[in-house]
């Protein structure tokens, strides 16, 4: 496996992580906590979700505005925000639906927070599997004799130092969002 490849794929594994860290409410109204929300519409011929059925927007830090394109899906998006059991409380206006957030408290905080720790290791679980698979690659190709063991230990080295620079984009990724957590 190439250098790029190996990039690549861990690249992947942080993309995955950023976009289920947007699903943790951090106190702050965002259109990631709703948009990927499935709707069960159109008399239960049709699942999407709510990203595909409206605009969302977020006209102050409290409260998300949907709106839909066709004014039928109204109550449907409703009945599936309210059943996701999320604390979030729909109220459907005369062309839209406003989310009002509640105050996080700080049991929610921790209960957050211990979720957040659970995604980033599932993250570095990820970029791990990759080098596992790299160095698996590098050490049959030094079986097959490609190469000679200098070679094989710096490849070895740079896989580490890749996996190491990728835990720490993690890491790093994983403090920002605590921090939007912890602010009160």
């Known amino acids: 496996m190439e250098e790029t490849d ?7 594994a942080i993309d995955a992580v950023k976009e289920d860290l947007s699903s943790i409410r951090t106190g702050r ?7 990927g929300i ?32 066709d004014k039928s899906t109204l109550f449907d998006i409703k009945r599936a925000i309210e059943e996701i059991k999320s604390g979030l409380n729909p109220l ?29 290791e599932n993250g570095k679980i990820s970029i791990r599997r990759v080098r596992a698979e790299a160095m ?9 004799k490609e190469f000679g063991e200098d070679e094989k230990f710096q490849r070895e080295e740079r896989i580490q130092k890749l996996t190491d620079e990728y835990v720490g984009k993690i890491e790093d990724i994983g403090k920002q969002k605590e921090q939007e957590l912890m602010q009160v």
């Open 6 to 12: 190996i990039r690549q794929k861990m690249q992947q």
């Open 29 to 35: 109204a965002t259109p990631a906590l709703v948009e």
């Open 92 to 120: 459907v206006g005369e062309d839209v639906i406003r989310v009002s957030l509640p105050p996080m408290t700080q049991e929610d905080r921790e209960a957050y927070t211990k979720l957040l720790g659970q995604k980033l």
């Open 136 to 144: 698996g690659d590098v050490g049959a190709a030094f079986e097959r």
């Open 38 to 69: 499935i709707v069960t519409t159109y008399g239960g011929s049709q699942k999407l979700r709510i990203v595909e059925l409206a605009t969302i927007a977020t006209p102050d830090t409290r409260t998300i505005l949907i709106n839909p394109w």
